[in-house]
């Protein structure tokens, strides 16, 4: 770790005390857990202190998107203050969040359902950049249709770096029919195109003041179905929270059959970044969903 004094520590804290017009001295720095990614770091300054999470150059464009989709989830999660590069390396920083695990579930599910109904003011499915999914690049180009949207910019780009990493002979041999059955299922359904954290497992929300947040997202306009869906693929939310959430907005008939179409999207994700331990958790779903059409 860079001491506090090192050049980039104190060109961050240079940027902090030009934004918020005062002097952000800085005199405590402390590691934290944070991600499996990048480093994450507290930075205390005066009666102040700042999450900062920093990476290599190359993540810039990661931090930059996560910055984007943490503004427009305001006020459901905390404003990026301040995403930059010195050098070699790329930071983003956010305002310090107490975070606590255990809060009221009940109040957190309604708070992800009064995100979901911020829409996309054209009706259309998609973001007006590609972004990120951990460290996968994600694809957001606009669609109209949902299912064509679902299939060309989520499933067929992670079944394609599937197959380049080597998992085609597992996954080549039911694509066409995982497709054809995913279209079957999604050809008529027409969601409202609802503003999405879009990576929301438990780790992903938090509690602060008492107060459900969101943060880490991978956001874009889609079905909300999809952020309750990985809800369920990782565990951690009780049934206080889908109870919070159908309080403020009752799901649709058939969102169960539709819900591993979703987690597949997911799945396949873990598969491209954390390998063939996943593999037939992967191949187990899209038979699932083939045997459902």
């Not at 994450?40 to 464009?61: D, M, N, W």
């Not at 999207?265 to 598969?271: G, K, P, R, T, W």
Request: glycine share 8%; hydrophobic share 35%.
């Amino acid at each position: 770790m860079e001491s506090l004094h090192s050049p980039l520590w104190r060109h961050i804290c240079t940027q902090l005390s030009s934004q918020a017009s005062c002097d952000c001295e800085a005199h405590g720095l402390e590691p934290v857990s944070g991600g499996d990614t990048l480093q994450s770091f507290v930075l205390q300054c005066g009666h102040r202190r700042y999450f900062i999470k920093l990476g290599e150059l190359t993540a810039l464009p990661m931090l930059e998107t996560e910055a984007e989709s943490l503004e427009r989830l305001s006020p459901f999660a905390a404003n990026a203050m301040l995403v930059g590069s010195f050098k070699h390396h790329a930071f983003l920083v956010l305002p310090y969040l107490d975070l606590k695990s255990d809060g009221d579930q009940f109040a957190l599910g309604q708070r992800l359902a009064q995100l979901h109904q911020l829409t996309e003011p054209q009706g259309r499915y998609g973001w007006h950049q590609d972004n990120f999914i951990g460290l996968t690049p994600q694809q957001n180009r606009w669609h109209t249709r949902w299912c064509d949207f679902y299939i060309s910019q989520r499933l067929l780009p992670q079944l394609s770096l599937a197959k380049h990493n080597g998992f085609g002979e597992s996954l080549l041999p039911i694509e066409a029919a995982l497709i054809q059955s995913t279209r079957a299922q999604l050809d008529d359904h027409q969601p409202k195109a609802s503003l999405l954290h879009g990576d929301l497992w438990r780790g992903n929300a938090g509690f602060s003041q008492g107060q459900g947040v969101f943060f880490d997202p991978a956001s874009y306009y889609g079905d909300r179905e999809t952020d309750l869906a990985m809800t369920h693929l990782f565990g951690g939310f009780g049934d206080e929270f889908y109870l919070g959430y159908e309080s403020e907005a009752p799901l649709e008939i058939g969102h169960k059959q539709r819900l591993p179409i979703y987690q597949l999207y997911h799945q396949l994700n873990h598969l491209n970044l954390f390998g063939r331990v996943y593999l037939a958790g992967c191949v187990e779903q899209a038979e699932q969903i083939i045997a459902l059409s």
